[in-house]
């Protein structure tokens, strides 16, 4: 038991799923440069200085001066970050606190409405990519050493004008969600969007590296782009123009990955800045399983050891994060960690109506869990328990009387970590599509599936361990 314990908090603990690591092509449109998860967990949080930009910290060299010219060997140049093309345009945030992990400005990619009648609908979504907790991590990350991921997920310095839109934002008739105003929001502060820290330093455990300083501000970034949205924001050519985001009638806030973590912890506070909307969300995996839905009680005890180291050491101290707010008021001095924990704020503490899309296997999810000893069938049979407390949330969860309706539920068993951008895991490609079948035996794909519970009617769509309901596509690690 020890052994497992101490090699959740060796390697799995800063990523565990909580975190929001992909190992898909994060970039929203194919072709931009993104990574891997299972390096997120490496290297403990080291020298972690706070907010406040005093003398100490500020001294302290911004992480692209500390590392130009200190990378490893096979470091790789960054890529775009997003796939470009000539769908969604760039706007550039000016909001100081809205900043990258290197202080470069936070952005968002925006299309206007195909016509005046969309024109209350909305669909944002928060972008995947993983991201970092200590200065091994952190140093990788910038350096693209030994992951895919790379300097362009800590800044938006090498950001297309404009980027290319799949799955969720494709502009086509089989997409329903096609004509609405579409917003993405870059990801580039490392902090699965819950940041609200900058003048952070990390040190080199070994004493070996650089110390470098960053700013973990992904809250803010968001705060800051849904306050331009609310009075009609621009695209920086000045080409595209979206309406009010405060005179929205429906938005979908959505996210993957390290998206769906913040959104799952965002969701609440949104509904509240745009009171006027109808306002749904759609989280893409990071359903990490509850603890008590772990039978291996080695594996549960490694597993509730890293949710609560994960909590403290990043999330509290480092990130300074922004979670759930009435998770954070239930568990003051009670298990305050599992407002870290994205499966226990869904079941228990998010109130606005959402929809939650999952894979049993989940390989990047697999990872942090194989870190507390589990194999990949204690996952899926985990996370498929943990699934299925979802139909019983209006008696079971913590806030019961504030929940107005179930969530709707996708989940297979094919070891696709994410899907929303995706045309075939999505379901909106013109052959392929997978599928999960309901629980009256009617496959769906999850497009149908969250057109279908938007509407009103229940979706409960989960796979077997192993797979007996759900049509598979291949496996991709572009979105």
Known sequence: MKSRIALALALGIA???????SGDDDSGGGGGTSGTGGTSGTGGTAGASGAGGGAGQSSV??????????????????????????????????????????????????RRAVDATKEGDWVIHLQAGSGCSSWQVCRDRWCSYNTRYDAAKMSSNWAPAAMSGGGMLARRPSNAFGGANHVFLYYCSSDSWTGKQGDVVLDDPDGAGPSFRL????????????????????????????????????????????????????????????????????????????????????????????????????FVNLYDAHLDESCVAAHQGNAPELCGLGSHVRLHHVTTPFFDRQDLSDPVQFGYFSSAGGSIQQLANAIYKTSKRFADIKTTAEEKSAIARVPGVHVSNCGQHIALLNDIWFGVAATGSATVELENGTPITLHDAMVSWIAGNPVQAI????????????????Q
């Open 15 to 21: 990523g565990l799923g909580i975190l929001g690591c």
């Open 215 to 314: 700013h973990f501000r992904g809250f803010q970034i968001l705060q800051a782009a849904i306050q331009a949205l609310k009075g009609g924001a621009t695209s920086d050519d000045k080409s595209v123009t979206l309406p009010k985001l405060s005179n929205a009638s429906r938005v979908l806030l959505a996210g993957s990955s390290a998206g769906s973590t913040g959104a799952t912890h965002a969701l609440d506070w949104f509904r509240e800045q745009v009171p006027k909307a109808q306002v749904v969300g759609t989280f893409d995996s990071i359903l990490d399983p509850l603890p008590e839905d772990v039978d291996d009680p080695t594996v549960r005890a490694a597993w509730e050891v890293g949710i609560k180291h994960r909590y403290e050491e990043a």
């Open 463 to 478: 796979d077997t361990n192993p797979s007996s309901i759900a049509v598979c596509a291949a496996t991709t690690s572009d």
């Open 61 to 110: 060299p911004i992480v692209d001066d500390a590392l130009d010219g200190n990378c490893p060997a096979g470091s790789k140049l960054p890529g775009t970050g997003v796939g470009p093309g000539k769908d969604l345009f760039k706007v550039t945030l000016d909001d100081p606190n809205a900043v990258c992990n290197d202080g470069s400005p936070g952005i968002m990619y925006i």
